[in-house]
């Protein structure tokens, strides 16, 4: 059987994000090697601030994107054309304009989901959008998403047995661990964008609770503003609630920075519920590291995190209950140690770079054999 030929269509970073992360540890696995694989980058901004920004630029950037689409579907015969496609208006209406150059070609399409709650967003438009989105997903000829909780958002929309639950997986850390100098201080790591619905700051609100019973504690947050105006709300919270000296912010971190923040944390806090969240991939990235996670049950996070054996899940924007995690490992440095060593095996066994490229290609062979209408 020759190759699999698959065009993917899709953004890798800069801007730093789940979507153009992902992508890109893809990209760069032996997924491009078991099949043919085509790539047209479609970057838009570099930086977070601009994602949802509208400019002439990005509309000549759509347009040289389209021409891509059609030169490449000309030139070749595509099994499949991978789409990483995103629940948000600005990017399905982007994607309406780019999956109609797609379908002059008979290509079947797959999309590669970094979305959650469509049911809710769809509700939410007004008739034209609602109208734009069920043709865009009308498009699909099967799915990929990255867990068992995401299905529902293919319901009425593809047969359950096209749309495959596939988990992210991570590149290993470059560096190696570096024994952490003797210290009572317990640091505790944010590392997302700072954005208000990834928590962020309900990990500062939970502070004042936390440093009332641990004093020698250190707040990390790694990660670029969403605007200049969260940036001014949050310090005005810091400076008014005296909370300076327990906290730093890194700004973005990459590489080695960004492995080096990991190994010299004790706990992780995402307390995501950003409504479009998915798998939350540092995680991935924390558990790799052998630290403590505390998250939410956005998405399928709760597929990753064990309750108690690698981390806590805890109730959306709850303070309290993110101060009391918190506090429980700090307290129990024993508990700390064996999620440390769950987590390591965990990421070894399940969530390395080479096992989410085989799951990946296993989903396209299983999707393949399921949509060919003439098997060899």
Request: with cysteine; glycine share 6%; aromatic share 12%.
């Amino acid at each position: 059987m020759e190759k699999l030929r698959i065009l993917f269509i899709g953004p890798t970073p800069p801007p730093y994000h789940g979507v153009t992360v992902m992508n890109k540890i893809l990209l760069s696995s032996q997924f491009c090697n078991v099949f043919h694989v085509d790539i047209i980058e479609t970057n838009y901004s570099e930086k977070i601030t601009d994602l949802n920004s509208l400019s002439l630029d990005k509309i000549k950037k759509l347009l040289s994107h389209i021409n891509k689409i059609i030169k490449l579907s000309s030139k070749n015969k595509y099994d499949f054309v991978c789409y990483p496609i995103n629940f948000t208006r600005n990017a399905l209406l982007r994607d309406f304009l780019l999956l109609f150059a797609i379908k002059l070609f008979p290509y079947k399409i797959i999309y590669y989901t970094h979305g959650n709650n469509l049911p809710s967003f769809i509700k939410n438009e007004n008739a034209l959008i609602k109208g734009i989105i069920h043709k865009v997903m009308r498009y699909a000829d099967g799915a990929v998403v990255v867990g068992e909780n995401l299905r529902f958002n293919y319901k009425g929309i593809l047969p359950d047995e096209l749309v495959v639950p596939v988990h992210h997986g991570m590149e290993g850390f470059v560096t190696k661990p570096k024994a952490r100098q003797a210290s009572d201080e317990i640091r505790v790591l944010y590392l997302s964008n700072l954005v208000l619905t990834k928590g962020f700051f309900v990990l500062i609100q939970a502070i004042p609770k936390i440093v009332q019973q641990v004093k020698n504690i250190k707040f990390i947050f790694g990660g670029e503003w969403e605007n200049a105006q969260t940036k001014e709300d949050v310090m005005r919270y810091i400076e008014e609630n005296n909370l300076s000296e327990f906290i730093e912010f890194k700004g973005r971190v990459i590489g080695e920075e960004k492995e080096k923040l990991y190994y010299d944390s004790d706990i992780f806090v995402f307390p995501t519920f950003y409504p479009l969240e998915t798998f939350g991939i540092v995680n991935l990235e924390a558990m790799q590291a052998g630290l403590p996670i505390i998250t939410t049950g956005r998405g399928a996070i709760p597929e990753i995190v064990e309750e108690g054996k690698n981390g806590f899940i805890v109730p959306e924007q709850n303070p309290e209950a993110i101060a009391d995690k918190i506090i429980l490992l700090f307290q129990n440095k024993e508990l700390r140690e064996n999620i440390r060593n769950n987590n390591i095996q965990r990421f070894k066994d399940f969530y390395t770079k080479e096992k989410y490229a085989q799951r990946m290609i296993d989903a396209f062979l299983y999707l393949h054999k399921k949509l060919d209408k003439n098997p060899d």
